[in-house]
């Protein structure tokens, strides 16, 4: 998998919620968090720690967690955000296909072959941009499991039980819970990133004025932005 290109990796680095049944061989794990730890960070104070979740008995436990938190965050937001109404209700549409993804994403938590929980060392007081130093590690922890062939998904859905995972993993008052990042050999394809156009994202000299040099590369696909919509 070695021989994919920079570009390559990032336009097929999806979130992948579906995982075959097969572990991860740390060797590969530690190709992967090598490349998170070389990641930036403020003044490089390196705050990132990465906690790795796979069968031990802390990790059993901190699982049961994260598939009620998962489970929880999920239907909140199913609901809120209209999947099943619409289109929703027709099981072929691209919003139910997505929903089903989510459900079997949070049903089967607890046998993901890895997780991984992004964390920080706070050094000062809460502060609004302070993930800015735990988020490029992720990205690159990303990367780099494309990169290998495996796929992930970074998420926030570790909200509901941040407390009870501090104590079941003896994570120290001081570090947050940054993100918790699910890791495994992908199931299906990996499939190519959609995003908007890049005339709608960049401008030069003026806000809003897209440069004509900002163009996609060709074959690029594109999708527009947020949770499907409520039709
Ligand atoms: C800050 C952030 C928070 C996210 N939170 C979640 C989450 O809680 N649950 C989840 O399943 N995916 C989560 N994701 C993954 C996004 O849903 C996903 O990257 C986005 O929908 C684009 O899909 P794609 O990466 O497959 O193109 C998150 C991604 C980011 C960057």
Redesign the pocket.
């Known amino acids: 998998m070695d021989d994919l290109s920079f570009f390559d990796v990032v336009t097929t680095?999806?979130?992948?919620?579906r995982y075959r049944d097969e572990p991860l061989p740390e060797a590969d794990l530690a190709r992967i968090l090598f490349a998170a730890s070389r990641a930036p960070s403020g003044s490089n104070r390196q705050p990132f720690r990465f906690l790795v979740l796979r069968d031990g008995p802390a990790a059993t436990e901190a699982r049961a967690l994260l598939g009620d938190s998962?489970r929880a965050?999920?239907a909140a937001?199913r609901a809120a955000e209209g999947y099943d109404a619409g289109s929703g209700a027709d099981p072929e549409s691209p919003k139910a296909r997505l929903a089903a993804t989510?459900q079997h994403?949070?049903d089967h938590v607890e046998q993901v072959p890895v997780i991984v929980l992004a964390c920080y060392r706070r050094h000062r007081d809460p502060h609004p941009t302070e993930g800015a130093s735990i988020?490029p590690a992720?990205?690159n922890l990303l990367l780099a499991a494309r990169a290998l062939g495996y796929g992930g998904?970074?998420?926030?859905?570790h909200?509901a039980v941040d407390g009870p995972l501090h104590d079941v993993l003896g994570i120290p008052d001081d570090v947050v819970i940054g993100?918790?990042i699910t890791l495994g050999r992908p199931a299906g394809r990996h499939?190519p990133?959609?995003?908007r156009p890049l005339a709608e994202l960049v401008s030069e000299d003026r806000w809003g004025a897209a440069p004509a040099w900002a163009a996609d590369p060709p074959g690029t696909r594109f999708?527009s932005a947020g949770p499907p919509p409520p039709g």
């Open positions: 680095t999806r979130a992948i919620r998962f965050l999920w937001k989510m994403f949070v988020y992720c990205q998904a970074l998420t926030m859905w909200g993100a918790t499939g990133v959609r995003r999708t």
